[in-house]
């Protein structure tokens, strides 16, 4: 026997090497491949047929639900990885084959691949998509019904910190290990990256428009084209923000319904 095959869907790469680490630990684990996002997580998925799937929750071009319901009845066991606190997953816990949620521990992390590998053994493919799709429905109704909360950062400025909540920022954009927070014309440094700190953010409010740089959705005046194919969202302080080639099709969709956003190319 060659081993369990796995994919390991995060968009973090930190994260995806400490799964594979971990996965390497396991003597019957045996081909392991990564993905970054969620169109890459699906195509991987499709062409390999792997036995086991680790999945991130939010990743560049939608989530996780996505990609499982893009999958149809090609679907490999999966085990769901999230930030999202045990509140939100009791809701369906009973019916998942399992979750981990990030910093994944690892005997809480060889738990969950016993558990997946008892599910490729015993489960058909009917019993798996049921589940699934009862497990991706059960923890939909448990995010919306969570109250949504006024998450608080403290920065540090000049030996004092300082409170600013969610609800007051408009755009973060990464710097190495830290980001830069812009808050009604004032700028914070503060050590989280940018990733990281996207898990804390409501992606109702927010929307990550590049790999170093994430907005809110309501602080953006218009969308225009730039040279060479780019396109910049223009924030309501004047502010161009460069849109990620690999989020552009992502801003178009979940913007779609605000038109007047859109501006064409201006005369050259």
């Known amino acids: 026997m060659t081993g369990f095959s796995v994919l390991v869907a995060d968009d973090e790469p930190l994260a995806r090497r400490r799964l594979v680490r971990l996965l390497s630990r396991l003597d019957w684990i045996g081909h392991i491949e990564q993905a970054g996002d969620v169109a890459d997580a699906r195509r991987k998925t499709l062409e390999l047929q792997p036995d086991i799937l680790l999945l991130d929750i939010l990743m560049p071009g939608g989530s996780g639900f996505d990609v499982l319901e893009q999958l149809g009845s090609e679907l490999p066991v999966v085990v769901f990885v999230t930030a999202f606190d045990h509140h939100a997953l009791r809701a369906f816990e009973a019916n998942a084959v399992d979750y981990l949620t990030k910093p994944v521990e690892p005997g809480r992390f060889k738990q ?145 319904k605000n038109r007047e956003i859109y501006q064409e190319n201006e005369p050259r």
């Open 112 to 256: 969950a691949m016993e558990r997946a590998k008892a599910a490729v053994a015993a489960r058909n493919q009917t019993d798996r998509i049921a589940e699934l799709q009862e497990t991706i429905a059960a923890l939909k109704r448990a995010l919306r019904e969570q109250p949504k909360q006024n998450h608080e950062f403290w920065v540090k400025v000049r030996g004092e910190h300082i409170r600013v909540t969610e609800d007051r920022i408009t755009r973060i954009q990464a710097e190495r290990d830290y980001v830069r927070i812009h808050v009604d014309g004032a700028e914070y440094l503060y050590h989280e990256t940018l990733t990281a700190l996207e898990q804390r953010l409501c992606p109702e409010d927010f929307i990550r428009i590049h790999r170093s740089a994430i907005v809110r959705r309501d602080a953006i005046a218009r969308i225009k084209q730039a040279p060479f194919a780019a396109m910049l969202a223009i924030m309501k302080d004047g502010t161009e923000v460069r849109i990620g080639r690999t989020y552009a099709a992502v801003v178009r969709k979940q913007l779609s």
